[in-house]
């Protein structure tokens, strides 16, 4: 369980989740943009952030559906060429709201299509990360979603640090917050839509 | 707390521990070493290796004044800086031991002085726990943010007045993965509480499991962390 | 959309790389404050009207109980938003201990908000004390050590400088053999590097 504190967690929990109200609910018609009222009607289709979602769900109040980056259109493509899809566009905390989603819906394969992106993603990270060029950032990387991103990274620095340790050099280095000089790493931030 | 294998928390005593050591030709440093392994792959807080501690900074001190010895008697050069090296290498252990328990102690202060970890901390890091970090950060955070919010959100540990329990608070995430080495082996070990995992621990082999299971062997000091 | 001022909030942080810091955002850190308050408000008003209904608060499940959860939540999720901000921050101040020292340098120190320049001076202290109770220096030795001396360039004109038991004139661009521990948190101020042949 991902700790209060966590900001990926926080960021993941704005993925936007489409529901409909099963309640009406008063003072509140910020949520609604088609509302004319301060209201949201009992019936209304709304995009609620999944913090909200998730809790009115518990609540009885929304009933929730599954988001389009599960849709049969996207397993299809992750069957046919797993590490070709760009998982970012569609989520970029694909993995961890796949995993939060699950028991709020009916449909319980999303389980096992997560289970079978990753791994069919999982080879194609990992060869690239042992591969790729230090200076520039590989093509493919900007198609990840941020957790595999973390696991380039990770494997890219390991592989790296290998390289230095190898070659033998300076240990000692200036503390980086105070360095001019800036790494190249994958552009850690998702685009906010 | 979980003990898959029965054998409980108990701590080895110092004598039965030297006794050990000297049978298996393990110095000092060797334990050290072992513990900082342990300390920096385990996801929360050991106990702290007071009586190793203490003999280690006893031993440093001691190589400390022959390196100077050696120098004001004008021994080799060579010979001086292969102490030196040693010496080196122990305080760096040692060093990096502290650190890493003194950044597991900022994390998750709050849970460690809840629970019984807390007893799992020497002296001086219960002061440090206490009457420093906790104060200075539940201070920091009250003065930014938690004054400035409506009565009722104000706690540092519950959400709101409503919350039954305090779900705020940083803890240490027990079922991540570890990579540990057995030295004996261990025999058909139970993984989780229902008994469908059983894994067969030989002797010197290497494993990947979730912390959790095997809290209780890393406890009694029959499984290392590496 | 509720909370989403907050939430952006948030993404400047994960946006920085790891150990880095931007400038506290009052700004939108106020205005966060204020959104929680509002939502206290209306959150009170519906309360209020169910109360004045006489329904029974803890059992009712109209459209205004509704209302007052969605606030409610709002607020919550305002609230962790803030603290995540604060705490986030103070673990990447807390740590600057470790890499720079116990004075930060003009260009961070500008970045913090005023209880953030406190908490770290107190950090600081905290440490302090604890090694000295130990007596012992845990903010060298960083990494784990080759040899004992090393070779280093001096970067900045740095002056007399006291080093055990004699002491030595540090000028720019000058070549020393120094201790290894000695050397290192000139080495991480920037104010010498390793020389490497």
């Known amino acids: ?50 913090w909200l979602a998730h809790e009115l769900y518990l609540r009885q109040a929304v009933s929730i559906s599954v988001p389009a980056c599960f849709s049969q259109k996207t397993r299809k493509e992750i069957q046919a060429d797993a590490a070709c899809v760009d998982l970012r566009i569609r989520c970029p905390y694909f993995y961890e709201l796949g995993c939060k989603i699950v028991p709020l819906v009916s449909d319980k394969s999303i389980g096992s299509f997560l289970h ?76 906010t839509p | 707390m979980a003990s898959g294998s029965g054998s409980g928390s108990e701590r080895w005593s110092e004598d039965l521990e030297t006794e050990v050591a000297m049978a298996m030709g393990t110095t000092d440093v060797e334990l050290l070493k072992r513990a900082w392994r342990n300390e920096k792959a385990a996801p929360e807080i050991l106990q702290f290796e007071a009586a190793l501690v203490l003999r ?47 950044q597991k102690i900022e994390k998750y202060m709050i849970h460690i002085s809840k629970t019984n970890l807390w007893n799992r901390l020497s002296e001086q890091e219960q002061r440090f726990a206490k009457s420093r970090c906790t104060d200075i950060m539940e201070k920091h955070l009250e003065q930014s943010v938690l004054s400035r919010l409506p009565y009722g959100y104000q706690s540092i540990l519950k959400q709101s007045i409503s919350s039954e329990e305090d779900d705020m608070v940083p803890e240490p995430q027990l079922d991540t993965f570890v990579f540990c080495k057995t030295k004996h082996a261990v025999g058909a070990f139970q993984l989780d509480d229902t008994g469908d995992e059983i894994v067969d621990l030989v002797a010197d082999d290497l494993y990947v499991l979730r912390y959790k299971s095997i809290r209780g062997l890393v406890e009694s000091g029959r499984i290392d962390l590496v | 959309m509720y909370g989403r001022r907050a939430s952006q909030l948030l993404r400047e942080l994960a946006c920085s790389e790891t150990g880095q810091l931007t400038a506290f955002n009052s700004d939108a850190f106020d205005q966060v404050i204020k959104e929680c308050n509002e939502h206290n408000l209306q959150l009170q008003s519906l309360i209020r009207k169910i ?53 930060l340098p003009q260009e961070i120190q500008e970045k913090l908000n005023y209880s953030e320049e406190e908490c770290f001076k107190n950090h600081s202290a905290a440490i302090q004390s604890y090694m000295s109770e130990l007596d012992l220096d845990l903010t060298v030795d960083m990494v784990p050590p080759k040899d004992p001396y090393i070779r280093v360039r001096v970067l900045d004109d740095i002056g007399e400088v006291c080093l055990g038991d004699h002491s030595i004139s540090l000028t720019k661009h000058s070549l020393h053999f120094l201790r290894r521990t000695d050397a290192e948190p000139f080495i991480s101020q920037g104010m010498m590097e390793e020389f490497l042949e």
């Open chain 1, 1 to 50: 369980m991902p700790g209060y504190y966590d900001i990926d967690d926080i960021i993941m929990e704005e993925e936007p989740i489409s529901v409909v109200f099963q309640v009406g609910a008063h003072g509140v018609g910020l949520l609604d943009p088609g509302s004319e009222t301060n209201n949201v009607e009992n019936g209304a289709k709304v995009d609620l952030p999944f």
């Open chain 1, 116 to 191: 079978y992106a990753f791994t069919g993603r999982y080879k194609e990270i990992l060869s690239k990360s042992h591969s790729a060029s230090v200076v520039t950032v590989p093509k493919f990387s900007t198609r990840l979603t941020k957790e595999e991103s973390q696991l380039f990274e990770a494997a890219r620095s390991s592989m790296l640090a290998f390289k230095k340790w190898r070659l033998g050099g300076s240990r000692l280095e200036k503390a980086s917050i105070l360095g001019r000089k800036r790494k190249t790493t994958i552009p850690a931030c998702p685009s």
């Open chain 2, 56 to 102: 280690a900074r006893e031993q440093i001190q001691l190589l400390e004044e022959t390196v100077e010895e050696f120098t004001e008697n004008g021994v080799d050069d060579l010979v001086v800086s292969l102490y030196q090296m040693d010496l080196d290498r122990s305080l760096f252990l040692l060093r990096s031991y502290l650190r890493i328990r003194l």
């Open chain 3, 51 to 103: 109360e004045d209904e006489n329904l029974d608060i803890q059992t009712t499940r109209n459209e205004d109980h509704f209302g007052a959860v969605i606030h409610h939540l709002s607020l919550i999720r305002n609230k962790r938003c803030l603290m995540a901000y604060m705490y986030n921050r103070a673990e990447t101040i807390q740590s600057l201990r470790w890499k720079v020292g116990p004075v």
